[in-house]
């Protein structure tokens, strides 16, 4: 018979009891940490935080810890981020994190009380928060709520995430105590590599010139074959302006002491500066306005008399007074700021009816045209006319920085190289005094806010979309360049002028007894350093697998061959190809301006030319648009409605009703990535089966991919990655969402609808 007692136990346990799962969720939280960088300190904090991932629902919201550092606002959490299948990492901000600087406006609400305040950085607060709502600069939106975080802790955060994103001195940035640091303790490594300043090098070595030197000036010149112009040293140390860089280039006839003299005539002493020259000898030169009204006709005399010596032909010189051409920052800033509350602020329901024509009406696609239009207009002056060019604005540091960048994309294609862009970008916007730091908004002082250098990156874009196969780097490169101008930790974009660098820094090092030696006040990390932010594999999404070199190499009967690819058979293939483009010959009707269609019709009073003048100009454009287009020579913008678009993935990305699963841009990208690494493959093929021992050295850099997207093999048919969609990389995921826009004329626009539809046609269209 068996006994129905329990058998007493015989196993003794000498571990401590465990507590309960429901009980162990304080301590978690408590335990999360925020990764710092060197300099980087916490200054207040708040636990159970949790961030809103929709409002119209709590189920996906994360629950964890909200960190106020001297550098960013960063959530920490354990919970994995919800809908969410990707997310590229940067190795500076986790994916949570926002940099101090680019932080726009903090609200506060009570939701008792029904009251919101917008923190200013000394304001007081005088109710306990229960939610907080970050508003980014770059279109993102941050919501945290505070239901079961302590009261007073969720205050003193909030506050402190005020204060140190509104700084009021330069030297509050982060940038200098994260060099100070670095200096203290040179062993320390960000990302296991040195954070200091120089040339920096891109994954084939080339070095990104930073224009600091006289011999990276005079190494320019004789890349553009410039031999009537010379380096030019007489503002070493700033002696003469100190919004000019030290060395600049300036026409061979114009000796040191009449620079001296004429700097005085100058706004801001800001003398002619030279930008590039083309191959016939014509030259693009900026130059600010002369002040002097006695002595403007004399100067403005001189110096285009030596700008005309400086020509091989004698060439005249055509002035262009961006002034009176172009819209004035003032513009382009409230253009932005219409753009903004279009895309993110805004409720959907409220504005769908509307949006086509209010995209329109905010005047940013306008103001792009506008840019893209003069610029291809002196672009003729140069390339057809043989004349130099010069651009003329009352100080010469905004708008002048835009054109003569775009006007050499145009015309140069190694600035359409990610080397030759960014030294275009150190060129003539950091050497030559653009003011990051002021039109940036570091500081917030919002009365010289402008964003002139998204319009620049947006320009690009569209340059881009029209010609892929010309451009090495892609649209996610410029997105995340626009990006890092808004860290501040970059001196690349973090100033108005180099001198303002050297006095500052200089100024804090003194300070904190850093010894400076020889340099030339502190260096710091440099933006062009990629691998500080990115890894190997990440940088990969920069190249743009459209682009072809100017040769690419071949295996003939074991010897390396290098042949062109026709320009001619790639460019019936290119994205945005006009609809009257037909056999290289593009229609009458694309001159004629469409019907809303924002389109400017080329006055022939634009320039003042004569009659003949104008005609030859038009002249001009018909017979390029007729042509195949040379990806290595000259390119110019296309401006009709169909062809100037919205830069979605600069815009849109942060916005998940506006994300498209499985499309956008993203899913040809991922194609063509696929079969220009098969090509790769092949080529890898040919060598092993036909290379020789002369071969290895020069095909060892072939051997390994240039594709983010790689092929499993050839002929491989394997369809797109699950996390593809039209915000990729970037994840909407987290930000503060409005309901569903399937079916409205929104919709239908990142759809691929054209902007200047009514919304009647819209609603129509299926």
Known sequence: MFSLKQPKPTFKSYLLPQADDNTVSEPRIKKLEPVLLPGEIVVNEVNFV?????TDTSQYDLWGKLVCTNFKISFITDD????????????LLGEHDVPLTCIEQIVTVNDTKRKQKVLGPNQKLKFNPTELIIYCKDFRIVRFRFDEAGPESAKKVCLAIAHYSQPTDLQLLFAFEYVGEIYHNPAKKVNGIDPGGGGIGNASGQQTPLFETYSDWDREIKRTGASEWRVCSVNEGYMISTCLPEYFVVPSSLADQDLKLYSYSFIGRRMPLWSWNHPNGSALVRMANIKDVLQQRRIDQRICNAITRSHPLRSDVYKSDLDKCLPNIQEIQAAHIKLKQLCVNEPFDETEEKWLSSLENTRWLEYVRTFLKHSAELVYMMECKHVSVVLQEEEGRDLSCLAASLIQVMLDPYFRTIVGFQSLIQKEWVMAGYQFLDRCNHLKRSDKESPLFLMFLDCVWQLLEQYPAAFEFSEVYLTILYDSARISLFGTFLFNCPHQR??????FAIS??????????????????????F?????LLFHNPLYIGKSAPSVHNGALWAFKRSKKNYSSTLRGVPPGLKNGIISEQEFLPRRNSLILKLK????????GQSHSMEQYFRDWFAKPVDLHGVILPHLSGTQIKLWKLCYFRWVPEAQINHGGSITAFHRISLLADEVDMLNRSLRQYKSNSSLQGHCSELDQSRMYFRANGLNDTSGAPDFLSSSFPFSPVGNLCRRSILGTPLSKFLSGAKIWLSTETLANED
């Open 512 to 533: 904190k007894n850093i010894q400076l030696g020889d340099e030339k006040g502190l260096r710091f990390p440099c933006v062009w350093d990629w691998s500080l932010q």
């Open 535 to 539: 890894s190997s594999r990440d940088r």
């Open 604 to 611: 022939p009073d634009f320039f003042q030319p004569a009659e």
């Open 80 to 91: 994995p981020m919800p809908l969410q299948k990707f997310h590229y990492k940067n190795l």
């Open 502 to 507: 050297v006095k500052e820094s200089t100024e």
């Open 50 to 54: 949790r961030k809103c991932i929709a």
